[in-house]
């Protein structure tokens, strides 16, 4: 505005008339259509996003998510189906395999194909009644006939193999009613409850279930066709060995034990169990991998993408499912090596780890600050209560629908409804979309923007006059500007988006690239109306030299909000008609521009005067010409203003 105030003084224009067009192109310089603009992508895009189950809490996250360079996720639920079923159960140096789908209490038990009768088999029947009564599940019918478990997959998978062999759980909270527990909590890796042993004696037991190191640790003997014997080095690797074939099977393990204690024991504590248990068998838990999590992980790996998966399962289970899932080559970690590492190790060897076994949950707090450490923008996943620090901490927190607690909702960025990984890279593949529909719009206001103030400097400052009025920059840059980024806002995605490479933090919706391009537009539209005005005022009443340049910049802009849907990919890759909003704006915006022009009450208000095909012909021609070059430009040199869109440009010093 200063610049033009300058130059019209120069050129002797009346003061009211500088006045008017300086304010004016004050509302020029500024994008008035950019906040509702930003305000109907991000609100679209959280729409988009919550139809395929990614519901944002916060808004930040939608621009976080397209610059996301690792997923660190939860194995159980969210890249597998959660639907544990006991496949395998070892007891008594023997391999039952247990038959049934889902959570239907219907299946049989074999030894080496033939079925077996588990009231004739205590062992087996112990084995199955220390997982059902150490649990926290329930198993239930719905009206239409399907069974449904209520509390967590692991312990219904054992309830559900109890009742396969006729123990129910009412039946068997009847005889062995509880009296005191000691809670799971993954740091301890075990839950034990304290029963009233056979009500008649009065007698106490202890039935304990968690991980077979945990249990085997606590444990001083084991129990072989209804005796008790020592727990030697031989059992023990026995057991051991066991444990490792079906972690290999990709089986979740969970071992069984128990001890008796004296009646007057109400109270229980680690000491009763510690070093006392009777260790008794080895549940093998399937869960199989979704199928959509594993086209998602190379999904990916394609965009750029590092994915760890993160679980409480053994070592060898967590490898096994890592390489049914298809993730990446790369180191797998104990939750014991973890701690053993100091942070400064841990951010060393972060970047060569793909798999984190035993995991507690505050320990993904430093997987989280060491992957930051290495400049890495990090989406990490939980559920639980003591997951709100990681959560918390990440660039962002995404909590699960169905299975998280409230605490840990409340620290999240993003819920998926469905817990599942695939509604994570949807989010990503979404955010990537929102944010390329910004630059887009950017580029589109602001070479608009910038294009009608060179026009109008260099046509007072070469012509003497005015290209446009006052009332006709307003009407540009509110009317036609909006009709076309609004549509321009909800441009389908081009499917690409998560072949692009991850954009680093720093670099923002401008970058030198999309810079270069907008000053290339610009000074084109504005050249190119400053020469169509210069040619008109010396052969046409003033009047008619103006509609012809305001006719001219509108039809820039229609035909340039075609250019603006993409950066490399033509309009005919795109296809014309993907966006029908657009054509539908494009189509209104030159209706009213026609009004404007033809309709006399419109005339006297914009000071306009009819055209004639000749003068429509040269609008045409010039905003033609530059739609041409810059499709052509996309066909032959794609990248040719890609320069910083995804990393920062740096300069080397010599």
């Keep these: 505005s200063a610049l033009l105030v300058v130059v019209g003084l120069i050129q002797g224009m009346d003061w009211l008339d500088i006045f008017l067009l300086s304010v004016a192109a004050a509302v020029s310089a500024i994008p008035e259509g950019l906040p509702a603009v930003v305000t109907v992508v991000l609100a679209m895009g959280m729409r988009f996003m919550a139809k395929r189950n990614a519901v944002i809490r916060k808004l930040v996250a939608v621009e976080t998510l397209g610059s996301a360079t690792v997923i660190c996720s939860d194995k159980t639920g969210t890249l597998t189906l959660n639907q544990m079923t006991v496949r395998s159960i070892y007891t008594g140096d023997r391999w039952i395999e ?92 075990y839950m034990a409850v304290l029963a ?22 606590f444990s001083s003997s084991y129990r072989v066709n209804g005796e008790v014997h020592p727990l030697t080095d031989e059992a023990l690797e026995k057991i051991q060995s066991a444990a490792q074939k079906m972690a290999k099977d990709a089986m979740r393990v969970i071992a069984t034990a128990y001890v008796e204690l ?120 939980g559920d639980g209560v003591n997951d709100a620090p990681a959560l918390k901490t990440a660039n962002i927190g995404i909590s699960m629908g169905i299975t998280g607690t409230d605490v840990a909702k409340e620290a999240s960025d993003m819920t998926l409804a469905d817990d599942n990984f695939s509604s994570v890279v949807a989010a990503v593949d979404e955010g990537r979309a929102i944010f390329n529909r ?9 070479s608009t923007n910038i294009g009608e103030l060179l026009a109008l400097i260099l046509c007072i400052l070469f012509v003497g006059d005015k290209p446009l009025l006052a009332v006709q920059i307003i009407w540009v840059n509110l009317v036609t500007d909006s009709a076309s980024s609004i549509p321009l806002s909800i441009e389908p995605k081009s499917g690409d988006e998560l072949q692009q490479p991850p954009r680093h933090p720093s670099v923002g919706i401008l970058f030198p690239g999309q810079l270069l391009r907008i000053l290339f537009t610009a000074a084109y539209m504005g050249i190119a109306i400053t020469l169509i005005f210069a040619w008109a005022h010396s052969r046409m009443p003033i009047e008619e030299a103006r509609t012809l340049a305001f006719c001219t910049m509108v039809t820039f802009e229609s035909f340039r909000a075609y250019n603006a849907r993409s950066d490399e990919r033509t309009i005919f890759k795109i296809g014309i008609f993907h966006n029908k909003w657009l054509n539908g704006a494009i189509v209104l915006a030159m209706a009213l521009q026609i009004a404007v022009v033809y309709i006399e009450p419109f005339q006297a208000a914009f000071q306009t005067v009819p055209l004639s095909l000749e003068d429509w012909g040269i609008a045409l021609i010039a905003a033609g010409s530059l739609f041409i070059i810059e499709e052509l430009r996309k066909v032959f040199f794609p990248r040719l203003f890609s320069l910083g869109k995804w990393q920062p440009v740096t300069f080397r010093k010599k």
């Design 98 to 189: 247990v038959t049934g789908e889902g959570y239907s209490p219907e299946g049989s038990f074999l030894i080496d194909g033939t079925k077996i009768d588990i009231a004739q088999e205590p062992d087996i029947a112990l084995h199955l009644r220390a997982g059902a009564l150490c649990n926290d599940a329930s198993l239930s019918q719905e009206e239409d006939g399907t069974w449904q478990i209520f509390g967590d997959p692991t312990e219904g998978a054992l309830i559900v193999s109890a009742e396969k062999a006729g123990l129910t759980l009412a039946s068997l909270n009847k005889d062995y009613p509880r009296i005191d527990e000691i809670p799971f909590q993954s740091e301890n890796m």
């Design 196 to 217: 009233t042993f056979h009500p008649a004696g009065g007698g106490r037991v202890v039935y304990v279930k968690g991980a077979p190191e945990k249990i085997l640790d």
């Design 438 to 446: 910004l630059r887009n719009v950017m580029y589109l206001l602001l």
């Design 262 to 381: 004296p009646a007057q024991v109400d109270d229980l504590e680690e000491t009763h169990i510690k070093g006392e248990l009777v260790f008794i068998g080895l549940n093998g838990m399937a869960d199989p991998p979704r199928e959509e999590a594993k086209e998602s992980i190379r999904l990916c790996h394609a965009a750029g993408i590092k994915v760890i998966m993160i679980t409480g399962d053994n070592l060898v289970t967590a490898r096994s499912i890592a390489d049914q899932l298809g993730l990446p080559e790369g180191k797998a970690v104990s939750g014991t090596e973890l701690g053993e590492m100091s942070d400064e190790e841990l951010s060393e060897r972060v970047e060569s780890i793909s798999v984190f076994a035993r995991i507690e949950p505050i320990q993904k707090l430093r997987i989280v600050n060491a992957l930051k450490s290495r400049g890495h923008i990090v989406a990490m996943t």
